[in-house]
């Protein structure tokens, strides 16, 4: 439903399109996501938090998804569910959707888990200690990010309900999208920036995939600490496990954006680090350095990229 005051914005290049987005919150939100911008906005600047309420925050494909069950799984003791996880960490931005189920927050049980894409000035807040909830930020290199988010686009081409919002072009153009921030979610690198600022806060955790990747047990440990769910050595280590990459495609149609036998949306694809090598040219990297990477420079924040 496009107005005047959210126009549908899509870059094109010849045939090839960008996903279609409105802009609200500062940020590129995909059509698909709502079937009402204003209502949605209006939604998001008005969300009151709870102090239990439990975010897990990234930038599209950065381990939202794994970040999303490890948190489920501290909450249920190590409990291993088939319940698609939409509906045991909803997404927030879904609150309008309409191709899909719509959440509701409202009717969540406490502690709400919740998950998001918005950055760190565009989430609800808190205003005092009766409402300052917890964020747990998941970041990853945007190399592989950048590979994921597009072969994760391209695949929803599949799907009716999908179509007119996916991207129809190659790899070379979506690149171009990535350093321009024509993509879900805007820049990635103002968007990690603006949670990197916070990773002191209190009430932030700011994790990178590439260091999970590397000892899970011990981030599993660290998460459970952070929010502050006493779990013994052996529920530490089952969740660990549970949560691998291979843990986890045990149930591979849990791990889907919608319902469905279909293979529509699936999220688990390699989860490694170091896939983009498959895809970047010498060129693009350079490209892709001076554009995104350089952006981060003075701030501290430094990503891995090899396995
Ligand atoms: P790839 O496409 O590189 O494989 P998100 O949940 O934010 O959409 O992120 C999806 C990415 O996280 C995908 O990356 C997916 O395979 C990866 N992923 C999901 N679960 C994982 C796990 N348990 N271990 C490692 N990577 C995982």
Request: glycine share 6%; aromatic share 12%.
């Amino acid at each position: 439903m496009a107005s005047a005051a959210y126009p549908v914005l899509q870059t094109r290049k010849g045939n090839w399109r960008s996903n279609s987005h409105y802009r609200l919150k500062g940020l590129n939100i995909p059509t698909l996501n709502t079937g009402d911008p204003a209502k949605l906005e209006q939604y998001l600047s008005n969300f009151q938090t709870k102090s239990d309420d439990v975010f897990v925050v990234s930038y599209p494909k950065s381990g939202t998804t794994w970040t999303q069950e490890i948190v489920w799984q501290i909450h249920n003791e190590g409990k291993v569910s088939k319940e698609i996880i939409g509906r045991r960490v909803p997404y927030l931005e879904f609150v309008t959707v309409e191709y899909t189920e719509k959440p509701d927050f409202e009717a969540l049980p406490s502690p709400r888990l919740i998950k998001t894409h918005l950055t760190a000035d565009a989430i609800p807040k808190g205003s005092d200690e009766s409402s300052r909830c917890k964020y747990i930020y998941i970041s990853r290199n945007p190399k592989d990010i950048s590979v994921s988010l597009f072969l994760f686009i391209k695949g929803m081409m599949g799907a009716e309900n999908t179509m007119e919002n996916a991207y129809n072009g190659p790899w070379e153009f979506f690149v171009d999208l990535f350093i321009e921030g024509d993509v879900p979610y805007s820049k990635w690198n103002d968007h990690v920036l603006s949670w990197w600022k916070h990773r002191e806060d209190p009430n932030v955790l700011f994790l990178k995939y590439e260091e999970m990747q590397k000892d899970l047990p011990s981030h599993v440990r660290r998460i459970a600490d952070f929010l502050q769910k006493p779990l013994s050595d052996e529920i530490i280590d089952r969740i660990a496990e549970q949560c691998t990459f291979k843990g986890m495609m045990r149930n591979p149609k849990t791990f889907k954006i919608t319902e469905g036998d279909d293979d529509i949306g699936l999220i688990l694809r390699k989860g490694v680090v170091g896939d983009w090598k498959n895809y970047f040219t010498p060129e693009m990297n350079e490209i892709f350095e001076k554009e995104v990477l350089a952006k981060l420079k003075g701030s501290g924040l430094e990503f891995e990229f090899e396995p």
